[in-house]
Structure formats: C-alpha cells, structure tokens
C-alpha cells in the first residue's frame, strides 16, 4: 500500500477538486494525508451563521475535520498561513497570507511531513492554481518545491478539464436545463486547462456519494442551494465523477487513468 499526500489552499477546496480520489484511495487501503495551506480566514457566511464569539477559521477547521472523516483521510495538518482573499484584494499583501510566504520555508514545512508521511503520491494543483486564486497559484510553487526537497516523484496537479466542461454546459443549454447566457467566453483560456493539456482521468463515480457528503461538511461555505449540492444526480455525475490532473513528463494526452498506480 502507498501513501496520498493531498496538498489544498483552503477547507472545502480537498473535497471539490481531489475528494474521488481520496475516497478511491482509502477505500484501496492507500494511507491518505491531507495539508491545508490555510484555515479559510477570508470566507464570507450570512450574518448569525456562526457561533457566538465563534471565528469563521474554527467553524472551517472542524468541516475540514468531518469532511476528512468521509474522505477516508487519517491526518489532517494546517500549515498555518492566513487565507489571502481573491487575487488583486488588499487581503494578498497582509502579513501572514499564503501569497506572500517564502515559497522556500513553506515547502520546507510541506516536505517535513512528505518525509514523515515517506509519501508516495503528492497532489498540487495547476500553474495557473485552476482559477487564478492567489493561494492555489503558491499551491502549486510550495507543492512543486517540496516534492524536490523531499525526493516524492510522483506529482499530480489538479485541474479542471475546460473542454469537458464546456461540452457539459453546451449539453445542458440544449436540454433546455441552463441558460444559454451562462455560457462562459470561449476564447476565455483562465479556467481549468485543455483536454490536450491533461494527463490523467480518474473515474472517481464509485465514491461520488462521499464526495458530495463531504462538499455537505463544508456548509459554512458550501450551502444546500449551491451549485455543488443543487446539480441533480446525474449532472453532478457529469460534473464531478472524473477528476483530472497533470503530470509532467507524461502525456501528450491521458495516459493514466488511476494515481495511486504505477510508478
């Protein structure tokens, strides 16, 4: 059996972009490790949500416990940076945020636990951190740096398929079940990346059910009427049962079909 280490910015951003394949490798025996960059300090929830004198951090770092719970994963860590807010928000430069660490001592404290983990699989996410988030975008710096350090070869960045994507929403406007000005640009190139860019696809349908209970821990940022939880069955099978990743050195096209196998 092998070891996952599932590398992520924020609390809920584990179960959207890699819960199938948490799930798959648990329920494979694979050990799973999941390091968060942040607590999630900038996420916005209505006004009496929380707690009295509770903060936001302390709600999101209990989801990502539960949803962890679902996932089959065994060690939750926090690396201990604040969340940086979108890109261009004077929440980037404040001290402390993920964007303005040294991406050299943050992947020192990624790989201290890679060694420890002696980590197998590593996930990060794209170049271009899926959406332009300042946080996903060290994601990928820190995670990249700390395999290195830590001699894991086995990287996998997590990313979005455009191409699958647009095909689904262009399917969905034909059904007559999204609007057809809800289309995004075409010529936009800054979400996800190209099917021909992408590496491998995991068929994750198996734990679809645990992805989605898990997305439902998450309710300080995730609420029922949300995109993720609202998707009938089938759209969500659509949306979410084929996770997708980038390794580098392979390719062109999809040659793996499952992380946690081969070499």
Not at 231 to 241: S, V
Request: hydrophobic residues 40%.
């Amino acid at each position: 059996m092998a070891t996952l280490v599932t590398f992520h910015a924020h609390p809920d951003d584990e179960c959207i972009s890699t819960g199938g394949v948490m799930r798959k490798a648990a329920d494979e025996g694979h050990r799973v490790v999941l390091v968060v960059a942040t607590r999630g300090e900038v996420g916005e929830v209505p006004e009496g949500f929380l707690d009295e004198g509770e903060q936001l951090w302390e709600r999101r770092v209990r989801e990502t416990h539960a949803a962890a719970e679902v996932l089959g994963v065994k060690r939750v860590e926090f690396l201990g940076y604040r969340d940086s807010g979108m890109m261009g928000e004077p929440t980037n430069d404040a001290p402390g945020t993920f964007w303005t660490a040294s991406v050299e001592e943050a992947a020192g404290r990624l790989a201290t636990i890679l060694r420890k983990e002696s980590a197998d699989v590593l996930t990060v996410y794209d170049d271009y951190g899926g959406y332009g988030h300042p946080d996903h975008i060290q994601v990928h710096r820190v995670g990249t740096r700390a395999a290195e350090l830590a001699g894991v070869t086995r990287v996998y960045q997590a990313t979005m398929n455009r191409d699958h994507m647009i095909r689904g929403m262009k399917q969905a406007v034909e059904a007559g079940e999204l609007p057809a000005e809800a289309l995004p640009d075409l010529d936009d190139a800054r979400m996800g990346k190209s099917e021909a860019e992408i590496t491998a696809a995991v068929d994750v349908t198996p734990g679809l059910t645990a992805k989605r209970a898990a997305m439902r821990a998450h309710a300080s940022q995730i609420s029922e009427d949300s995109f993720f939880l609202a998707l009938p069955d089938e759209q969500f099978r659509l949306a979410f049962g084929t996770e997708w990743f980038i390794r580098e050195g392979h390719g062109p096209g999809i040659t793996e079909t499952d992380i946690m196998a081969g070499s």
